[in-house]
């Protein structure tokens, strides 16, 4: 490893407010130099975006080591097929193309949720962790990463649920507590009504909950109601550029 991360793949989480990338050490899941944010461009549409991707690695040294970046959506063969809470031009989108024709690198493309779970289980709160591990992020939608024995299976979409007539996200979400002005508690009973969901379609050995508020765990973990062990994400705000690094070194050939 060298001081300025040259030749160790690259993380960038693309968020609704700021895209994130640094070089990740993927030995030990972490940052190998301090992170780049640049604010999300206003349409994020993939163009936009991928300029974006492009002005942030010409901030580090040149490089061929492959590039993954997180995306809120269906990702299948680098292709977008989904855009619940970002612009609708993404649908269709062939990503790692575009953004590999745009930054000159290896890009590959990785759903966000996806990405955090893979970290999650490979370095952080379930680590060394079989059987099914449901990984679950609270924000602006709910992302979920259905990781078994380690392997991830992609694109599970499980804040889409239908639950009692309504898109679980909407209801249960990290944005429906501050939009509904929700108590900890009040949240904690859609939490659980959503978590009782999961356990009886999936029965997993362990839910890990991942997103801004799970640095707020202690307000709202211990009101959930259910049988299944259920713990903070440990990666916190690194789980999405750290696993998509990983993601995109274990992709590219
Ligand atoms: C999207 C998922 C995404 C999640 C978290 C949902 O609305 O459909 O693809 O993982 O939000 O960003």
Redesign the pocket.
Known sequence: MTATGAGLPFGIDFGGSGIKGAPVDVARGEFATDRVRIDTPDPSTPEAVAEVFASLLAMFPTSDAPVGVT????VVKGVVN????IDKHWIGADADRLFTDKTGRDVHVV????AAGLAEVRYGAAKGRRGLVIVT?L??????ALVYDGVLVP?S?L??LEIDGHDA?KRA?ASSREREDLSWKDWAKRLTTYYRKLEDLFSPELFVVG?GVSKKSEKFLPLIDIDTEIIPARLRNAAGIVGAALYATETSD
């Open positions: 995306v809120p959506g269906v989904s855009a619940a809470n759903n966000d949720a996806d992020t924000g602006t939608g709910i992302g979920s694109n979409e804040g889409h996200e979400a997103g």
